[in-house]
């Protein structure tokens, strides 16, 4: 009976708390200070927990932000992405993009059960995945922005969106606009966002393509600097060693700069996704790459705001949806 009772005031106190968030969620918009009283200590907890995390892998940056961007590109930045498997549902995490690719759910998971232990049922799984892609992005030496917070999380994955929406790292660039328009993104955004590639590294099987049958003849990507391409020939054989890794940016793998873009322009972009910007003859996004080379701080402002566009994507608000006890199950 008391075992009963208690878990009958957690679920009241769960309700309680989203009730308060509900009402003070100004018309169920989002916005920086949402948690300034419901959980004030969220910032700082989570920013704790990027340093230890980042600083004992700094390659969990970069996991980080992708996690983010994976879940908002999945009908909304709703946490689904990070759902496991139920009776209800197939998890994001079983899709193509996915699938032995994706990390950093403990790092999400340690975050998650120190917020339910200061402040229960108050902050969502979708707004620690907002939070921590900033923290990722800050912490690599790039830029702060105010992330507006007061997602909810959804209650179920989609796993055969994640299959089709998720940009392919061999993707052509009209088939990257196209994947950025139906989230309300355009150019800007898509070279600016990609951009987050001056960070983290690629599997060989996302790269192999381009340097054996680039266009189905059996030839390399033409546009791939000579030295760079024997180098990454080295790390990616024809066949086996799919999970070897190379930096997306050579120059400097774990910090947040625009090395990437200057890379591009020497036909040292990883991912046939990254070297399209500057080759896939589309003007806007050309300049874009270059604009971003030659100036840090215009990239940086972009990204930023790019960064808040793609975190507005579909967020659930209000009753929408839940706060997840645990991440990886619904309520």
Same mark, same amino acid.
């Not at 003070?24 to 948690?35: A, E, I, K, M, V």
């Not at 702060?144 to 660039?173: C, Q, T």
């Not at 033409?222 to 391409?229: P, R, S, V």
């Given at each position: 009976?008391?075992?009963?009772?208690?878990?009958?005031?957690?679920?009241?106190?769960?309700?309680?708390?989203?009730?308060?968030?509900?009402?003070?969620?100004?018309?169920?918009?989002?916005?920086?200070?949402?948690?300034?009283?419901?959980?004030?200590?969220?910032?700082?907890?989570?920013?704790?927990?990027?340093?230890?995390?980042?600083?004992?892998?700094?390659?969990?940056?970069?996991?980080?932000?992708?996690?983010?961007?994976?879940?908002?590109?999945?009908?909304?930045?709703?946490?689904?992405?990070?759902?496991?498997?139920?009776?209800?549902?197939?998890?994001?995490?079983?899709?193509?993009?996915?699938?032995?690719?994706?990390?950093?759910?403990?790092?999400?998971?340690?975050?998650?059960?120190?917020?339910?232990?200061?402040?229960?049922?108050?902050? !969502?799984?979708?707004?620690?995945?907002? @939070?921590?892609?900033? $923290?990722? *992005?800050? /912490? +690599? =030496?790039?830029?702060?922005?105010? %992330?507006?917070?007061g997602r909810r999380d959804s209650k179920r994955?989609?796993?055969?969106?994640?299959?089709?929406?998720?940009?392919?790292?061999?993707?052509?660039?009209?088939?990257?606009? !196209?994947?950025?328009?139906?989230?309300? @993104?355009?150019?800007? $955004?898509? *070279?600016? /966002? +990609? =951009?987050?590639?001056?960070?983290? %590294?690629?599997?060989?099987?996302?790269?192999?393509?381009?340097?054996?049958?680039?266009?189905?003849?059996?030839?390399?990507?033409?546009?791939?600097?000579?030295?760079?391409?024997?180098?990454?020939?080295?790390?990616c054989p024809t066949s086996g060693g799919n999970?070897?890794?190379?930096?997306?940016?050579?120059?400097?793998?774990?910090?947040?700069?625009?090395?990437?873009?200057?890379?591009?322009?020497?036909?040292?972009?990883?991912?046939?996704?990254?070297?399209?910007?500057?080759?896939?003859?589309?003007?806007?996004?050309?300049?874009?790459?270059?604009?971003?080379?030659?100036?840090?701080?215009?990239?940086?402002?972009?990204?930023?705001?790019?960064?808040?566009?793609?975190?507005?994507?579909?967020?659930?608000?209000?009753?929408?949806?839940?706060?997840?006890?645990?991440?990886?199950?619904?309520?």
């Amino acid at each position: 009976m008391a075992f009963s009772l208690g878990l009958v005031m957690l679920f009241l106190s769960c309700a309680i708390s989203q009730a308060f968030l509900v009402s003070s969620s100004n018309y169920g918009g989002l916005f920086p200070d949402f948690y300034q009283f419901s959980c004030p200590q969220a910032n700082d907890i989570i920013m704790s927990y990027m340093e230890e995390a980042i600083a004992k892998d700094p390659r969990m940056a970069a996991s980080l932000l992708r996690l983010h961007f994976h879940d908002c590109f999945v009908q909304g930045c709703d946490a689904s992405v990070l759902l496991d498997n139920s009776s209800g549902f197939k998890s994001e995490k079983e899709a193509g993009p996915n699938k032995n690719s994706l990390r950093g759910f403990e790092v999400i998971d340690q975050i998650k059960a120190k917020l339910e232990q200061v402040c229960p049922c108050t902050v !969502s799984c979708a707004d620690i995945l907002a @939070l921590t892609a900033r $923290d990722s *992005v800050v /912490l +690599s =030496g790039g830029p702060y922005w105010e %992330v507006p917070l007061g997602r909810r999380d959804s209650k179920r994955a989609y796993f055969n969106k994640a299959n089709v929406n998720i940009p392919a790292p061999n993707s052509k660039i009209q088939t990257l606009i !196209s994947l950025f328009n139906r989230q309300g @993104l355009n150019e800007k $955004d898509l *070279v600016a /966002l +990609s =951009g987050a590639h001056t960070i983290g %590294v690629a599997r060989c099987v996302s790269f192999r393509q381009r340097l054996y049958n680039q266009t189905g003849d059996h030839l390399p990507d033409a546009t791939l600097e000579k030295n760079y391409y024997n180098d990454l020939k080295s790390i990616c054989p024809t066949s086996g060693g799919n999970n070897n890794i190379s930096p997306l940016d050579i120059v400097s793998p774990n910090r947040f700069d625009n090395s990437y873009f200057k890379l591009l322009l020497l036909g040292k972009g990883l991912l046939n996704s990254d070297e399209v910007l500057l080759t896939g003859k589309v003007k806007k996004t050309k300049q874009l790459v270059k604009i971003y080379a030659e100036n840090e701080a215009i990239f940086f402002h972009q990204f930023s705001k790019s960064m808040v566009k793609m975190g507005n994507i579909s967020p659930l608000t209000e009753l929408k949806g839940e706060i997840r006890k645990n991440c990886r199950r619904v309520n």
